[in-house]
């Protein structure tokens, strides 16, 4: 019973400590002044009820934001920011990076950097150790290619070179972002 009375007369207590504050923030009363002795005085013509000045109070709180504002700023400047440049990407999947980074360590040939359409096949030699193409690029150079030789700015790889055709494998990312493979066809320029 006496329990249910002290819950009641600390819940009284508490509302009425709530309800001073706020009439302390209505009435506009700063918490830093809270602590001094405010003396109001009251005008006869007007009766109005004036404050004294808070010149020393302000520019004490002048003051204080001034150094709190510098150390905030000072805080910011030592703050850690993340510069994601030449940095792996945390979200990207491990296999993907793998690959990348493989890609990026092996030099590319002269022919990794062409795209298929700007080479033409001017010759096929197919013999017992293995056949062979000559491409040609548009500068009119002229480059030997035999199955497993890289080509093509789409990662090519030459798989096939048959009587009249050479067929490059490509493997790029479709609209999902999967990877899929795509052979290419290169025909034999016949002259008549």
Request: aromatic share 6%; net charge positive.
């Amino acid at each position: 019973m006496w329990v249910k009375k002290r819950k009641k007369r600390d819940s009284r207590i508490l509302d009425s400590l709530l309800t001073f504050a706020v009439i302390l923030i209505f009435l506009g009363v700063n918490t830093a002044q809270a602590g001094e002795k405010t003396v109001f005085k009251i005008q006869k013509d007007k009766k109005k009820v004036t404050e004294p000045s808070k010149k020393p109070v302000e520019e004490k709180i002048k003051t204080d934001s001034i150094e709190e504002i510098k150390a905030k700023k000072d805080r910011e400047k030592a703050a850690y920011s993340y510069d994601p440049t030449n940095k792996i990407d945390p979200f990207k999947s491990f296999i993907i990076v793998k690959k990348e980074l493989e890609e990026k360590e092996r030099a590319k040939t002269y022919l990794e950097t062409l795209d298929i359409s700007q080479l033409t096949i001017s010759a096929i030699v197919l013999g017992s150790k293995g056949n062979w193409a000559l491409v040609r690029d548009s500068k009119g150079d002229g480059h030997v290619i035999k199955t497993g030789t890289l080509i093509g700015k789409k990662s090519g790889q030459v798989i096939k070179i048959l009587e009249k055709e050479v067929v490059v494998r490509e493997s790029y990312k479709d609209i999902r972002g999967r990877e899929a493979i795509r052979d290419v066809s290169m025909k034999l320029q016949l002259l008549d």
